[in-house]
């Protein structure tokens, strides 16, 4: 089993991308941390000057007017102060918004609710008078401190999209460059492959046209010409990868026995024993729109897949057709070894093979052919460990 390379490539950033924003996360929450300890020590301190005040005689208080008068124009945060029942001095509030116009105890109402809210978020702080809580302090989050908290938040949000449009954009390239690979590999191989045919076939030619060539003779030189028909139909197939397929109404069942027919000649000689049948719904016809070159190279796929998991030689192949009102079902089932479902969603990624042989290609050109030029879809319907896998075309009819 082969795993791409670009999976392990994106899990890592996946992971860095991870410790980033984790780490991002942590330093802005102690930034956080250090801001309100910052407003704790200053609402503290504003405490302790009003006790000082409170406690000192005339001319200390008075010395102490200036140094008031700074700490309170360094608050930057809501702050009101309270009478001991926690009822607001509506004189002594600050960074707050407070309608003035109101009726004193609308105003009292008003305070009691901020007050409410701000020792939810801090605790009060109590200021003593000779062991006797003369006033207490609330007070709120700075908007700083409120938009600081929600500075992870925002850049966790704008590193995920970004990630996001990043990792898209980075599939959508990705995705034209395979594209482009497998058109000009597609391309390559038809040119390649069309000058020996073209020989091939004029060399056939002339030993048909000699008559003087045993029955034996011309069964062999039949056999070789079937061949060589053959290559020209793959030829055929890979000169369609890049190119729009023409699409014509086909009875299904008609192209899969043509496939099942090419197989049963050859399964012999494979040292397999293996049933390959084609089951029905109903008596219906299975029409739909399928370039047959192409489809036919789908179920070969599917039938060279399910013969590969029989670990015996032995087995049995069903493909059977059904419908509804809007789709063509056609299931290829096999009783061979099954696959695991952890790499179900990695069996038609291009280079994924869970075979010691084999490029790990048929599955995704199947899928390339059936949803890109057949606008249907190819997906597991079913699979289990030792008892087969059944692989489900959906086509519109």
Same mark, same amino acid.
């Given at each position: 089993m082969r795993r791409p390379i670009s999976a392990n490539i994106k899990l890592v950033l996946v992971?860095?991308?991870?410790?980033?924003?984790?780490?991002?996360?942590?330093?802005?929450?102690?930034?956080?941390?250090?801001?309100?300890?910052?407003?704790?020590?200053?609402?503290?301190?504003?405490a302790k000057a009003i006790e000082y005040i409170a406690n000192a005689d005339t001319d200390s208080a008075l010395d102490l007017t200036f140094l008031f008068t700074e700490i309170i124009q360094t608050i930057d945060f809501p702050i009101v102060l309270s009478y001991p029942d926690n009822t607001p001095k509506l004189d002594s509030h600050r960074n707050l918004e407070v309608n003035?116009?109101?009726?004193?105890?609308?105003?009292?109402?008003?305070?009691?609710?901020?007050i409410t809210k701000m020792d939810e978020i801090n605790n009060p702080i109590y200021i003593m008078y000779q062991d006797t809580v003369i006033e207490i302090i609330h007070y709120d989050e700075s908007d700083l401190l409120k938009k600081l908290k929600w500075l992870p938040f925002y850049e966790i949000l704008i590193s995920t999209i970004f990630i996001c449009i990043g990792y898209i954009g980075f599939s959508y390239i990705k995705r034209n460059e395979q594209s482009n690979i497998w058109v000009g590999m597609s391309k390559e191989t038809a040119h390649q492959l069309g000058t020996p045919?073209?020989? %091939?076939?004029?060399?056939?030619?002339? !030993?048909?046209?000699?008559?003087?060539? +045993?029955? @034996?003779?011309?069964?062999?030189?039949?056999?070789?010409e079937n061949d060589t028909k053959r290559l020209m139909k793959i030829t055929s197939r890979f000169s369609k990868i890049g190119s729009v397929p023409e699409l014509k109404s086909q009875q299904l069942d008609e192209?899969?026995?043509?496939?099942?027919?090419?197989?049963?000649?050859?399964?012999?000689?494979?040292?397999k024993k293996v049933s390959i049948k084609v089951e029905k719904e109903d008596n219906q016809t299975y029409v739909s729109y399928v370039n047959s070159e192409l489809f036919e190279w789908v179920i070969e796929n599917l039938i060279k897949n399910a013969l590969d998991s029989f670990e015996s030689g032995n087995g049995n192949i069903t493909?059977? %057709?059904?419908?509804?009102?809007?789709? !063509?079902?056609?299931?290829?089932?096999? +009783?061979? @070894?099954?696959i695991d479902m952890k790499y179900s969603k990695d069996i038609f990624r291009p280079g994924f093979s869970t075979k010691k042989?084999?490029?790990?290609?048929?599955?995704?050109?199947?899928?390339?052919?059936?949803?890109?030029?057949?606008?249907?879809?190819?997906?597991?319907?079913?699979?289990e460990l030792g008892k087969g896998t059944t692989f489900r075309i959906k086509l519109k009819q």
């Open positions: 992971i860095i991308g991870g410790i980033i924003v984790v780490s991002l996360l942590l330093y802005s929450q102690s930034l956080v941390r250090k801001l309100q300890d910052r407003e704790r020590e200053i609402a503290n301190l504003y003035t116009s109101l009726p004193k105890d609308e105003q009292v109402t008003f305070l009691k609710g901020i045919l073209s020989s %091939l076939m004029g060399w056939l030619e002339l !030993l048909n046209s000699n008559e003087g060539i +045993d029955k @034996k003779s011309l069964s062999y030189i039949n056999e070789i192209v899969i026995n043509r496939v099942i027919e090419y197989f049963s000649k050859r399964i012999p000689h494979m040292n493909i059977y %057709l059904s419908c509804n009102k809007k789709y !063509l079902f056609i299931d290829v089932k096999d +009783d061979g @070894k099954g042989r084999g490029w790990g290609l048929g599955l995704s050109l199947s899928k390339r052919i059936v949803e890109d030029y057949h606008r249907g879809k190819i997906f597991i319907k079913e699979t």
